[in-house]
């Protein structure tokens, strides 16, 4: 692993609990509530936050973006979404949503320089990455930067988040595993209960038949845990991931990313102390504390 690639791993640490408030602010859930959607399950915001800046995308453009997600259930909210709130019309929702969880995360710290300076960081390693085949971080440069430090600082991060997701999606594409595979073989090795990843979609039979098909290939056994095969393959996935995510930080450089990597933690810290993430994630990210 090259020193970028170890770079971007973990600075992805750094930023994807900050960028995945936007899911589990109770601010956003309230914002979404006021555009019309049904709060009582986090997806139909999901679906409409994170779309938004692909526009009124349709359900198979949106299964092939989000891959590990059921298509049935991607069909039960797109584009259904739209015809609560436009895009144009959930887009300044999210900023309003960030905004107030930034508020309810930093108090008075909101205004202070090193939010300033971590956004005009963040906005430049966002600004140098390519996107070509990236479509969800393309999708978000194409926004205009916000005028507040701290929502530059979320949008930044957001690019950066989706552009090392878009990366990952060509990794398991490479490795051979298809959408349901992904997430079977990504509990095979421990990285978060089978459970967990029921939000997707996947149905019992569709989970079951996955799980066969990495089995014939030697991933699995009939436990469903990971053979030392599936376990090679799985860390080659995230090899891969972390070399295709490393442009970013390649531009920004060493000092410049362990610098915003500092003045990150007290927004970092917030994140973790206000216990709105779950304590598990499905991203192979313990939220209960910050990375060492």
Excluded at 282 to 288: D, N, Q, R, Y
Aim: proline share 7%.
């Amino acid at each position: 692993m090259s020193e970028y690639s170890r770079l971007a791993r973990q600075m992805w640490h750094q930023i994807e609990p900050v960028h995945a408030t936007l899911y589990f602010s109770p601010a956003a859930f309230d914002e979404a509530a006021q555009l019309g959607y049904d709060v009582e399950s986090r997806w139909p915001s999901y679906f409409a936050w994170r779309t938004a800046p692909l526009g009124a995308a349709g359900p198979k453009l949106v299964a092939a973006i989000y891959y590990s997600f059921s298509p049935t259930m991607i069909a039960e909210h797109v584009p259904g979404i739209w015809d609560t709130a436009s895009p144009e019309q959930v887009l300044p929702a999210r900023l309003r949503a960030m905004d107030r969880t930034f508020h309810d995360l930093l108090g008075d710290r909101i205004s202070i320089p090193e939010i300033a300076e971590a956004a005009e960081l963040a906005v430049a390693a966002a600004e140098s990455a390519a996107v070509a085949h990236r479509p969800l971080a393309a999708a978000n440069l194409d926004l205009p930067w916000p005028e507040e430090p701290h929502l530059a600082l979320w949008q930044a991060y957001t690019v950066l988040r989706e552009h090392r997701g878009d990366g990952h999606l060509a990794a398991l594409a490479a490795a051979g595993l298809d959408a349901c595979e992904a997430l079977v073989s990504f509990a095979a090795i421990g990285a978060a209960p089978a459970a967990n990843f029921e939000g997707r979609g996947w149905s019992a039979e569709e989970w079951a038949a996955a799980h066969d098909r990495l089995a014939t290939r030697g991933l699995v056994d009939a436990d469903g845990v990971a053979t030392p095969a599936g376990r090679a393959l799985r860390d080659q996935v995230e090899r891969t991931t972390d070399e295709l995510a490393a442009g970013p930080w390649r531009s920004l450089g060493v000092e410049a990313a362990e610098r915003l990597a500092r003045l990150n933690l007290p927004v970092l810290g917030a994140v973790f102390e206000s216990g709105m993430l779950p304590s598990v994630t499905t991203l192979g990210i313990g939220s209960v504390r910050a990375p060492e």
